[in-house]
């Protein structure tokens, strides 16, 4: 087919249909109706002659040659998408835009950020805090991301890298522990207040590790992250589960302490980009910059 007849408003609609699996979704991104996704989705059916989806009860499914289709479509855009944005931003683009979690962007990574200045004053970077998906698209996207997963090491039309893994570790503020009763043993640690970050199970799984058996730690205060919990602790409200690398800062300065050396692992951080090799760069600088201070960070846990 020759370029000026490809169907580009075919095209588009049935990659966003197809990256999301839902019409109405496609039809949020590209702001049109459902029904035009619709008629769009079926008018490059018909010009293909072939399916490429599945309509199923309130969903629908790739075909085999929907898949292929959407895989070559969804590099291409991405591809021109990441193209205009290097034109527009010219040749004097020096703000790198980073897209992390609270907690890790105020523990980790603000006071560290000074020594990448000092290396690379040309350069600003611009911290985009969220705990949503990251999806590298519209004019605001990030250039790189930083993720928490227990599990996942690659998402989809991403490559990742490893930063450091996280432990967790029971930390409380020295004057609670002069005050409060003796640590000898870890299940001493059910004498205290025990704060949670996003839910009570993660304290269940250290007192297990441990060898505390059979003690589901279900009571004290619940915390949206590990930031605030580790503020509650640095006051005195209790013992936290913490991580040695990002309540580093408090335990350097003596607000917290780890009273067992017992750790149990508690996922990892990635830095995600669409394509480290298409890093501008100033983004591919800031790149390397954070894999060391990864490095740094899981030596010195």
Not at 19 to 39: G, Y
Not at 99 to 113: D, H, Q, V
Not at 129 to 139: A, N, Q, T
């Amino acid at each position: 087919m020759k370029r000026g007849r490809l169907p580009l408003t075919s095209l588009r609609s049935f990659e966003a249909a197809g990256r999301h699996l839902s019409f109405s979704r496609a039809a949020e991104e590209l702001f049109v109706s459902q029904a035009a996704i619709s008629r769009q989705v079926r008018e490059l059916e018909a010009l293909i002659g072939q399916p490429l989806f599945k309509r199923l009860h309130r969903r629908v499914e790739l075909t085999e040659i929907g898949g292929r289709l959407l895989a070559q479509l969804t590099r291409s855009f991405d591809e021109i998408d990441r193209r205009l944005s290097e034109v527009l931003a010219g040749p004097r683009q020096s703000v790198v835009t980073v897209s992390t979690e609270p907690f890790l962007a105020g523990s980790w990574l603000l006071p560290r950020l000074n020594r990448f200045q000092s290396t690379r004053p040309d350069v600003d970077v611009s911290v985009d805090v969220s705990l949503g998906v990251v999806e590298f698209r519209g004019s605001n996207k990030p250039d790189l991301a930083i993720r928490h997963s227990f599990r996942k090491s690659s998402w989809p039309r991403t490559q990742s890298r490893k930063l450091f893994e996280s432990w967790a570790t029971p930390l409380i503020s020295p004057a609670l522990l002069a005050s409060g009763p003796q640590l000898r043993q870890p299940a001493d640690l059910l004498k205290y207040t025990l704060l949670h970050e996003e839910n009570r199970d993660y304290w269940s799984e250290w007192l297990a590790a441990a060898g505390v058996e059979r003690v589901e730690a279900r009571r004290g205060p619940l915390f949206p992250d590990g930031a605030m919990a580790a503020k509650a602790a640095v006051l005195g409200q209790g013992v936290t589960l913490g991580d040695a690398v990002l309540d580093g800062l408090e335990i350097d300065a003596g607000r917290l302490v780890r009273p067992f050396d017992l750790a149990i692992p508690f996922g990892a951080y990635w830095m995600v980009a669409p394509d480290f090799e298409l890093l501008s760069e100033p983004a591919g600088a800031f790149a390397e910059w954070l894999l060391a201070q990864g490095t740094g960070a899981a030596r010195d846990s």
